[in-house]
């Protein structure tokens, strides 16, 4: 595989840390499904990042199927772009490896999503938590990809995977393609219902909190109606009124309207009234993907179809970069 018949490319990667939520979906799941017309694309389940907290093994594997369900339910058609599974090709450990000896100490500790977890996970904080972006930078240059669509919180392990793509460039001449974040106007960084100044994310202790995709219409109208706004009950998008702000996001993320026509549909309307109304658009544009999911979940046949084929096609590109890495920082092959 040479740069030039790849400049189209598109990677990204979830995690299967647990059912995805409203987050991943408009900051992440959706724009893939859009990307596969236009773009050559390769899209991953990121299970080797998953160990960095402790899993359960029956919970890990479970996880892990499920999500894989789900993103052929949300639309990824495996006959036109990979989508594999990260522990099937050996080549992430192996460039992540080789890429640790090119990124410094002082570049993985400023990262935030570092300092965050390491807070969170304090009795674990182990090399591979500290390291990921290291993994998550091989993910990228392995596939020589140019464009990585991701949420607002990724952006930081993109900017650090182009530096050292230019460094190891520098060193050795052209091998990785720099890759830009591709990060949508809206819906980039959903937030939490609970505590509308934190990320939406689906290890949050309080499951009031997010909106995961399977949730029943129940279950997210009584999400929604709990979701922490102010006093002021004026639907208005303004500095300091974060959950109002948050349900405003969502709803022009999922109606394509304007934060302008979303102030002037609900003037004079109560919270209570666009609460509702966002519960309703949010169950709707779900709803296809549930019942979707409810096929592809019983026929593990056909998922194990769809990730052997995708783990072939993954694999042959990730080798081929692997051994050109390899000979030019001087193994012998
Ligand atoms: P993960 O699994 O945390 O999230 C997957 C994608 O969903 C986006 N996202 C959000 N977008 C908007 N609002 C939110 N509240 C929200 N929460 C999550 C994330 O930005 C991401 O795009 N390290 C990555 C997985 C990964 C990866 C990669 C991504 C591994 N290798 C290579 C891109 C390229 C992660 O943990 O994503």
């Known amino acids: 595989m040479s740069i030039i018949n790849c400049e189209n490319r598109m990677f990204s990667a979830v995690q299967p840390s647990g059912m995805p939520t409203l987050g991943n979906y408009l900051g992440a799941i959706r724009n893939w499904v859009k990307s596969q017309e236009k773009f050559n694309c390769i899209f991953m389940l990121a299970d080797l990042h998953t160990i ?5 093994p029956e919970e890990f594997r479970k996880n892990i199927i499920e999500a894989y369900a789900l993103f052929l339910a949300c639309g990824i058609n495996t006959s036109k ?7 099937h090709v050996s ?24 300092k965050d977890k390491s807070k969170k996970y304090a009795n674990d904080v182990n090399a591979g938590l500290f390291c990921y972006p290291v993994l998550m930078a091989g993910d990228i240059l392995l596939y020589k990809s140019k464009y990585v669509p991701v949420g607002a919180d990724q952006k930081q392990h993109v900017e650090l995977t182009r530096d050292v793509a230019q460094r190891f460039n520098n060193i050795y001449g052209d091998t990785f393609i720099l890759p830009e974040p591709f990060i949508p106007e809206v819906g980039a960084r959903v937030m939490s219902l609970q505590e509308p100044t934190k990320k939406m994310s689906k290890s949050d202790a309080n499951a009031n909190g997010y909106i995961a995709i399977l949730d029943s219409p129940d279950i997210i109208m009584k999400k929604f109606k709990r979701a922490v706004t102010d006093s002021e009950a004026k639907v208005e998008y303004k500095e300091g009124k974060d959950g109002v702000n948050n349900l405003m996001g969502i709803y022009s993320a999922i109606t394509g309207k304007s934060l302008e026509e979303i102030e002037s549909e609900f003037d004079g309307k109560g919270y209570g009234v666009f609460k509702t109304k966002v519960a309703e658009v949010v169950i709707e544009e779900l709803r296809p993907i549930q019942e ?16 052997k084929k995708s783990d072939d096609i993954a694999r042959e590109i990730a080798d081929e970069t692997v051994k050109e890495v390899k000979q030019k920082v001087g193994f012998v092959l």
């Open 81 to 87: 772009t990979p989508f594999f599974i990260q522990s």
């Open 91 to 114: 080549a992430h450990s192996e460039l992540a490896w080789i890429l640790d000896c090119y990124t410094q100490f002082g570049e993985l500790s400023r990262m935030t999503q570092f």
């Open 52 to 56: 960095t907290v402790r899993q359960n």
């Open 292 to 307: 979707k999911f409810k096929d592809y979940i019983n026929n593990i046949d056909y998922i194990k179809e769809c990730y």
